[in-house]
């Protein structure tokens, strides 16, 4: 068993109580998640008891079929989705009973989302739609602008801090996509595919910057992607099938089985 498929394969084992006794304390637990989707007289049966740990500071990759189920995991993560019954538990906070506004507040100050799609405010400059989020939520201006620019530069757009969303190539705009996720200084980012939209080389070169800023500022990373190449960066990595997450089974060729 190669090393990074024995590391997912422990984590994906369920915890007990000698894991407390070694001090292993999952950032992210989840247990027995399931997810359902009733339209008209059919149950389409998405997740089917999902067990999940993350440590704190860990990369993650979830790879699997299109329709499998990768983005309603990842937004049940991130509260963006409901779940039918298990439990989820992130960043100090036990997601399954909180209301609405609980919910919000836990996403605004635990999670930063990263998308296929890069979201970026078209009338505002890359330093703009990096600090809003932080100045929105009471950071000082000139500290949040700070902040923006340490990013930006992290992700090696020291020279494109002015422009604006069309004047920057695709690559460019997300990694102010990557660099606005951090700025709240989340725990978690959650990326779902984050390098969907680009070409093999810009795709390389966001997946890299992505890893790269996560472990810098010691964020728990989750990339969900099709792109081998992505996930092999990662230090765990799973498929999500008929409603589980097993270990990735690396093929001596790179790719998945
Ligand atoms: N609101 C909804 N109502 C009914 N079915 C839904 C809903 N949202 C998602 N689904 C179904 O749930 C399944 C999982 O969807 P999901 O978007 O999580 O897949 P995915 O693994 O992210 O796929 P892809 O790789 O194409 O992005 C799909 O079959 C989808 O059609
Ligand atoms: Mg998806």
């Not at 993350?54 to 309603?72: F, L, P, Y």
């Not at 959650?190 to 992505?210: F, H, Q, R, W, Y």
């Amino acid at each position: 068993m190669s090393e990074k498929t024995e590391a997912a394969a422990n984590a994906a084992r369920p915890l007990d109580s000698t894991d407390t006794a070694i001090g292993f304390h999952p950032l992210i637990r989840v247990r027995d998640l399931v997810k359902n989707y009733v339209s008209g007289e059919e149950t389409l049966y998405i997740l089917r008891g999902i067990n999940f740990d993350v440590e704190q500071g860990s990369t993650v990759a979830i790879s699997g079929q299109s329709g499998s189920g990768k983005s309603t995991f990842l937004n049940i993560i991130g509260a963006l989705d409901r779940f039918d019954s298990g439990s989820v538990e992130a960043a100090g906070t036990n997601i399954s009973g909180l209301s609405e506004s609980g919910l919000s507040s836990y996403r605004q100050r635990s999670i930063g989302f990263i998308f296929q799609f890069h979201y970026l405010l078209k009338d505002f400059t890359a330093v703009e739609n990096v600090m809003l989020p932080a100045y929105m939520t009471g950071m000082r201006k000139k500290d949040a602008i700070e902040k923006a620019k340490i990013l930006l530069c992290d992700m090696k757009l020291d020279d494109r801090l002015d422009h604006f969303p069309s004047q920057l190539s695709g690559g460019e705009r997300q990694r102010v996509a990557v660099a606005r996720a951090m700025v709240n200084d989340p725990d978690i980012i959650l990326a779902d595919e984050p390098t969907g939209n680009l070409d093999p080389k810009n795709s390389a070169m966001v997946a890299e910057l992505l890893y790269a800023g996560a472990e810098k500022w010691s964020k728990t990373l989750i990339v969900v992607t099709h792109d081998e190449k992505v996930a092999c960066r990662a230090k765990i990595r799973y498929v999500l099938e008929n409603g589980l997450l097993g270990p990735a089974q690396i093929s001596s060729f790179g790719g998945i089985n």
